[in-house]
Nanobody, 125 residues
Framework: VQLQAFGGGLVQTGGSLRLSCAAS????????MGWFRQAPGKEREFVAS????????YYADSVKGRFTISRDNAKRTAFLQMNSLKPEDTAVYYC???????????????????WGQGTLVTVSS
């Protein structure tokens, strides 16, 4: 599966952005798509993920209530709606995907086999 991310940009504190991740190639029914981010000088961290078939979602505590992950099966695209953005959300955001990821591994980058290119999100204070 190949993934391509879109939608980064510059936004003020409190603003919103929506990221998209388009998938091409064969996706299994148990596929999981997610978003990770990496701020300058920091390690890559989990943001959110969604199970393609069940639409079950998972979120990092730092984004719960502000970010929403969803998917459009017809467009083979996952979305990350980011509201109430904070300067600490500034990072390069990466979409990722992989089959058969168990719950205990859902937040681990190593669980995801496919990665899109990063898209930069900058939140100004």
């Amino acid at each position: 599966v190949q993934l391509q991310a879109f939608g980064g940009g510059l936004v003020q504190t409190g603003g919103s952005l929506r990221l998209s991740c388009a998938a091409s190639g064969r996706m299994s029914s148990n596929y999981v798509m997610g978003w990770f981010r990496q701020a300058p000088g920091k390690e890559r961290e989990f943001v959110a993920s969604i199970r393609w078939s069940s639409r079950h979602t998972y979120y990092a505590d730092s984004v719960k209530g502000r970010f929403t992950i969803s998917r459009d099966n017809a467009k083979r695209t996952a979305f990350l709606q980011m509201n109430s953005l904070k300067p600490e959300d500034t990072a390069v955001y990466y979409c990722a995907g992989g089959p058969t990821i168990i719950v205990s591994s859902i937040m681990s980058a190593n669980s995801y086999a496919s990665w899109g290119q990063g898209t930069l999100v900058t939140v100004s204070s």
